[in-house]
């Protein structure tokens, strides 16, 4: 009689490695329980690799009057155990090892204090006898509990009374399914039925076992007290201790357990693949950063600074007593050009913040399409994770990008110049002409006057000067309004992209994070599964 073989796959270092990812990248997703289950199961199977390969750990486990310990003293060869019929007479697990040399160790782990020598074959197998799983000590149900989850080989042994025992089959055998490779199943005390009616309980065992899933589990009808059956046991303990492969074999089965929690919990499902509204993502951080407040300063402000610098100088100085629009918000530079601080800009209203919220909300949704629930809430999560730290985000951009914005361009220096040169010119035939009035006032012969055609130089420079003052201001200030346009058109987009920026490194890059450990999660939990 065969037992089961696992079809061909990843190995189990892979599959092992692979649980072991998923489960981290699980935490604080999934609920803490299948979690720290596959944890505790990467953690067992390292500490059952370190350990003796050379020894299967077999374990007899049964409920009270199944006859466990007349099989244990049956297959050891002797009266190792204490035998009782209707009550538990197993309190701790005790072992029989053929050549136990170099399992110590082993059975220090698995923390069975009674040993004993066997002679004889199989050589490197170590039975088990543990105590009843229903049994009314609630110590003996916790040490069973414990050793069937570390334990190589698991051989239940049922009697033709309880072999449909509802315990047995939920508590047990059925969340064991994915172990089927590493159990068999005997049906004792066949000697207590009519000779007809032993194929008929064997047969009634073998449905119950696959409507738990253990399809193709070895059933064994055997007989401690008459030997009947027990060649047939015995070959199979000894098949499985030749090939050295039962503790491996275990662990993959733990391994498939674990990961198969883990994707009923939320592991099974596509990666989100609908593309986040980035563009109006932007637009409501922008609305709520200022920006279309600060593109119409940087129009307005372009505009006052120009006329400071290129105005008539008989009339620029009043531009001082009008607020700077930039500087008005707490944007522009400082002495050396360095940042001014935070911003004066005004808080965002409640429409734009909602607006905001919505949109980042959306970006969240539209990446948490498809998902399951669990990630799906965690990448709801990663969208507003950093929603606390945009409010200054959003502001040093604005301010960085409002402090290119105060550049003076050359053209005003120029024309400043030529301003103060026509200015003095003004100036010059202003005082030629008072002294020529002072001249003429004193009747003091006046000096001959150099003309333009018909008109004397003093006249020309005065009224030119004022004249060509007033147009260059005039000019300056149509050219400064196309130029501050312009610069509110760049300083606009430019906002836009770090606005852009901003949204990307503060809510999608915590999507795109969340849904990358996602994929992480899927391919390994697929090489776990595999």
């Given amino acids: 009689m065969k037992l089961l073989r696992r079809k061909e796959g990843p190995s189990l270092d892979d599959r092992?490695?692979?649980?072991?990812?998923?489960?981290?990248?699980?935490?604080?997703?999934?609920?803490?329980?299948?979690?720290?289950?596959?944890?505790?199961?990467?953690?067992?199977?390292?500490?059952?690799?370190?350990?003796?390969?050379?020894?299967?750990?077999?374990?007899?486990?049964?409920?009270?009057?199944?006859?466990?310990?007349?099989?244990?003293?049956?297959?050891?060869?002797?009266?190792?155990?204490?035998?009782?019929?209707?009550?538990?007479?197993?309190?701790?697990?005790q072992a029989a090892l053929w050549d136990g040399t170099g399992a110590g160790p082993l059975l220090d782990w698995l923390e069975v204090p009674h040993r004993h020598e066997v002679t004889g074959d199989p050589q490197g197998l170590v039975l088990l006898d543990l105590p009843d799983h229903d049994s009314i000590e609630l110590s003996h149900r916790l040490e069973v509990d414990r050793l069937v989850e570390l334990v190589d080989l698991l051989v239940w042994v049922v009697d033709p009374q309880k072999y449909a025992d509802a315990a047995l089959h939920e508590r047990y055998l059925r969340p064991l399914s994915e172990h089927g490779e590493v159990m068999v199943v005997v049906l004792n005390q066949i000697d207590r039925l009519p000779s007809g009616s032993v194929e008929r309980c064997l047969a009634d065992l073998r449905r119950l076992l696959d409507e738990d899933g253990l399809h193709g589990v070895p059933v064994v009808g055997a007989s401690a007290r008459t030997g009947e059956g027990l060649a047939a046991l015995r070959g199979l303990l000894e098949e499985r201790v030749a090939e050295r492969a039962s503790w491996a074999a275990r662990l993959s089965a733990d391994v498939s357990t674990a990961a198969a929690r883990l994707a009923a919990c939320g592991g099974a499902g596509a990666v989100g693949c609908a593309v986040p509204d980035e563009r109006r993502l932007?637009?409501?951080?922008?609305?709520?950063?200022?920006?279309?407040?600060?593109?119409?300063?940087?129009?307005?402000?372009?505009?006052?600074?120009?006329?400071?610098?290129?105005?008539?100088?008989?009339?620029?100085?009043?531009?001082?007593?009008?607020?700077?629009?930039?500087?008005?918000?707490?944007?522009?530079?400082?002495?050396?050009?360095?940042?001014?601080?935070?911003?004066?800009?005004?808080?965002?209203?409640?429409?734009?913040?909602?607006?905001?919220?919505?949109?980042?909300?959306?970006?969240?949704?539209?990446?948490?399409?498809?998902?399951?629930?669990?990630?799906?809430?965690?990448?709801?999560?990663?969208?507003?994770?950093?929603?606390?730290?945009?409010?200054?985000?959003?502001?040093?951009?604005?301010?960085?990008?409002?402090?290119?914005?105060?550049?003076?361009?050359?053209?005003?220096?120029?024309?400043?110049?030529?301003?103060?040169?026509?200015?003095?010119?003004?100036?010059?035939?202003?005082?030629?002409?008072?002294?020529?009035?002072?001249?003429?006032?004193?009747?003091?012969?006046?000096?001959?006057?150099?003309?333009?055609?018909?008109?004397?130089?003093?006249?020309?420079?005065?009224?030119?000067?004022?004249?060509?003052?007033?147009?260059?201001?005039?000019?300056?200030?149509?050219?400064?309004?196309?130029?501050?346009?312009?610069?509110?058109?760049?300083?606009?987009?430019?906002?836009?992209?770090?606005?852009?920026?901003?949204?990307e490194d503060l809510v999608l890059e915590p999507v795109k994070e969340e849904l990358g450990r996602y994929s992480r999660f899927t391919e390994a939990l697929g090489t776990a599964r595999a």
Avoid at 69 to 77: C, I
Avoid at 82 to 91: E, H, L
Avoid at 350 to 379: C, F, H, K, N
Avoid at 406 to 431: D, K, N
């Fill in 16 to 93: 092992l490695a692979g649980l072991l990812e998923a489960a981290e990248l699980a935490e604080g997703r999934l609920p803490p329980e299948p979690v720290a289950a596959a944890l505790e199961v990467a953690e067992r199977a390292g500490a059952r690799r370190s350990l003796s390969v050379d020894h299967t750990v077999a374990a007899l486990a049964g409920a009270t009057g199944s006859g466990k310990s007349s099989l244990f003293n049956a297959l050891a060869g002797g009266e190792l155990a204490r035998v009782g019929v209707t009550r538990p007479t197993t309190s701790t697990a």
């Fill in 282 to 503: 932007t637009t409501a951080l922008a609305e709520a950063a200022g920006v279309p407040l600060v593109v119409e300063a940087v129009a307005r402000a372009h505009t006052h600074r120009a006329v400071a610098a290129t105005g008539w100088p008989m009339t620029r100085w009043m531009r001082r007593f009008r607020p700077d629009p930039l500087r008005r918000l707490g944007l522009g530079s400082g002495a050396k050009g360095e940042l001014v601080g935070r911003s004066s800009l005004p808080e965002a209203s409640a429409v734009q913040r909602a607006r905001m919220e919505t949109a980042i909300r959306d970006v969240g949704e539209a990446s948490a399409r498809d998902l399951p629930a669990p990630w799906a809430a965690a990448v709801r999560r990663a969208a507003r994770s950093r929603e606390a730290d945009l409010a200054a985000a959003l502001d040093k951009v604005v301010a960085t990008v409002s402090l290119g914005a105060a550049r003076r361009p050359r053209w005003w220096a120029a024309v400043g110049g030529l301003q103060w040169l026509v200015f003095a010119a003004t100036v010059l035939g202003a005082v030629w002409l008072g002294v020529l009035f002072a001249l003429t006032y004193l009747r003091l012969p006046e000096p001959r006057l150099p003309t333009v055609g018909e008109l004397p130089w003093p006249t020309v420079l005065l009224i030119g000067g004022a004249i060509a003052g007033l147009l260059i201001a005039l000019l300056s200030r149509l050219a400064a309004k196309l130029g501050g346009r312009r610069r509110a058109r760049r300083v606009a987009k430019a906002l836009r992209s770090g606005v852009a920026h901003v949204g």
